[in-house]
């Protein structure tokens, strides 16, 4: 498997799993119906591990455009490699969304809510303050970017035998897993915490092109885009800076 296929099959699972729990907790009918934000948050966690466990021995499982823009800024990424990356990213994305729709096709029939609907493919603001809604983001990413920049690979030199190591395996994704799950706690409540454009632009550009009745929201699409962005910068830069 190439990186370019890791990253696409990652980021698939990532969004079938993270935003299949929107809609098991939003759509009409469902059996998770109205089970609340923890669960959300919980679910969306553990899509991370599921992405990252299949990614990450091949491709590093940045599974987010915003991981790769910081880590090529800091000199830990190839520049070249970024567009290839943020594409199979987007395109991952956008199937991971075509599942959801397909596993509850007939609970989205059901529901009359346009707004949950669009929830269960991209993100939305609780208060709707342009300026407020690119801070959050901003914020949370920067909170993303900077912590993964401080995770460690565990693992055990043997000093008979200096390239034998021993590490945590597929336990090693559960840091960002539990990281990622602080954050929707703690700071996703105000956007829904994106933190990642390919995550809410693929699923967007999927609900557009599907039949589901309802706007796509647009006019809002840039904040997690360009607030991710900000946050991924600034979170460089200070890493940077404290080395």
Same mark, same amino acid.
């Given at each position: 498997?190439?990186?370019? &296929?890791?990253?696409?099959?990652?980021?698939?699972?990532?969004?079938?799993? +993270?935003?299949?729990?929107?809609?098991?907790?939003? /759509?009409?009918?469902?059996? *998770?119906?109205?089970? @609340?934000?923890?669960?959300?948050? $919980?679910?969306?966690? !553990?899509?991370?591990?599921?992405?990252?466990?299949?990614?990450?021995? =091949?491709? @590093?499982?940045?599974?987010?455009?915003?991981?790769?823009?910081?880590?090529?800024?800091? *000199?830990?990424? %190839?520049?070249?490699?970024?567009?290839?990356?943020?594409?199979?990213?987007?395109? @991952?994305?956008?199937?991971? %969304?075509? /599942?959801?729709?397909?596993?509850?096709?007939?609970? !989205?029939?059901?529901?009359?809510?346009?707004?949950?609907?669009?929830?269960? !493919?991209? $993100? +939305?603001?609780?208060?709707?303050?342009?300026?407020?809604? /690119?801070?959050?983001?901003?914020?949370?990413?920067?909170?993303? &970017?900077?912590? =993964? !920049?401080? =995770?460690?690979?565990?693992? /055990?030199?043997?000093?008979?035998?200096? +390239?034998?190591?021993?590490?945590?395996?597929?336990?090693?994704?559960?840091?960002?897993? &539990?990281?990622?799950?602080?954050? @929707?706690?703690?700071?996703? *409540? $105000?956007?829904?915490?994106?933190?990642?454009?390919?995550?809410?632009?693929?699923?967007?550009?999927?609900? %557009?092109?599907?039949?589901?009745?309802?706007?796509?929201?647009?006019?809002?699409?840039? =904040?997690?885009?360009?607030?991710?962005?900000?946050?991924?910068?600034? %979170?460089?830069?200070?890493?940077?800076?404290?080395?």
């Amino acid at each position: 498997m190439t990186p370019f &296929i890791a990253e696409i099959l990652g980021t698939m699972l990532m969004i079938l799993l +993270g935003n299949g729990v929107v809609a098991n907790v939003v /759509l009409k009918g469902t059996k *998770g119906n109205n089970s @609340g934000w923890i669960v959300i948050s $919980t679910a969306w966690a !553990f899509a991370v591990f599921v992405g990252v466990t299949v990614a990450g021995p =091949i491709s @590093g499982a940045h599974l987010n455009p915003i991981v790769t823009l910081g880590l090529a800024l800091i *000199g830990k990424f %190839a520049w070249n490699q970024v567009p290839t990356y943020v594409i199979a990213q987007l395109i @991952g994305a956008m199937l991971g %969304a075509f /599942l959801v729709w397909l596993s509850h096709k007939d609970h !989205f029939a059901a529901t009359e809510d346009e707004a949950g609907k669009l929830a269960c !493919f991209s $993100t +939305g603001p609780a208060i709707r303050k342009a300026s407020s809604n /690119l801070i959050s983001e901003i914020i949370a990413t920067f909170v993303l &970017i900077f912590v =993964i !920049f401080y =995770i460690s690979g565990p693992e /055990l030199t043997i000093s008979s035998d200096a +390239g034998a190591t021993i590490g945590l395996g597929t336990m090693g994704a559960l840091p960002v897993s &539990i990281l990622v799950w602080t954050i @929707g706690l703690s700071l996703g *409540g $105000t956007t829904g915490y994106a933190i990642n454009p390919a995550r809410d632009l693929g699923p967007r550009i999927m609900h %557009a092109l599907l039949p589901i009745k309802g706007s796509s929201d647009w006019g809002y699409a840039w =904040i997690p885009i360009v607030g991710p962005i900000i946050g991924s910068s600034l %979170a460089a830069a200070l890493y940077l800076v404290l080395l």
